[in-house]
């Protein structure tokens, strides 16, 4: 058995946990979440808790257990809690600025960088140089952050750019200065 897919996930109060064949609906304080799943597997709710069980020992049964309790529980963790990430915004002239639902940043380039806000996700600029996006969804909380960060990578070189305030920028050392004698 897999270890994750066999945990039974607890339902917190303020949550409604609806199943219906392979989509799974649950609604909370933060929001809903709606997804389906593979039909093979087994979603069912029992005692207050949502349990994940698999039909056989098959290989992609086997694979498709523990993913299946993991999605579940983080649909559940969204709407109760919700998902955040936090990004850095480094180097001279870099700033951001929220104006209405837009993410607008100076970059460096010779225009500035507009994102328009997505459903389910909020942006929160605390500081010119912080960037804070909320949801629900884990994974368009993930994906909203990469886009953000992809529109400049911080370099490894000064370690301008924008970056998740968890990551460690791994530095380069610059261009050695010219060897030899000086007449």
Request: without cysteine; aromatic residues 4%.
């Amino acid at each position: 058995m897999s270890r994750i897919g066999r945990k039974p996930i607890t339902i917190p109060n303020g949550v409604e946990v609806k199943i219906d064949g392979a989509t799974v609906s649950v609604k909370g304080p933060k929001g809903a979440l709606t997804q389906t799943f593979n039909s093979e597997m087994g979603i069912a709710v029992e005692n207050n808790e949502v349990v994940v069980t698999r039909p056989s020992e098959d290989k992609l049964h086997k694979s498709l257990h523990g993913l299946t309790r993991t999605l579940i529980n983080n649909m559940i963790e969204g709407v109760t809690n919700g998902f955040k990430k936090e990004l850095e915004v480094n180097g001279v002239g870099y700033r951001v600025a929220k104006q209405g639902k837009d993410l607008v940043m100076n970059l460096g380039y010779s225009h500035q960088v507009v994102m328009p806000e997505v459903e389910g996700i909020t942006i929160e600029v605390p500081a010119p140089n912080k960037i804070i996006v909320h949801g629900a969804d884990k994974q368009k909380v993930g994906q909203f952050a990469a886009e953000i960060r992809e529109k400049r990578p911080p370099e490894p070189y000064k370690g301008k750019g924008i970056k998740y305030v968890d990551e460690f920028i791994i530095r380069k050392e610059g261009k050695a200065g010219k060897g030899g004698k000086k007449k």
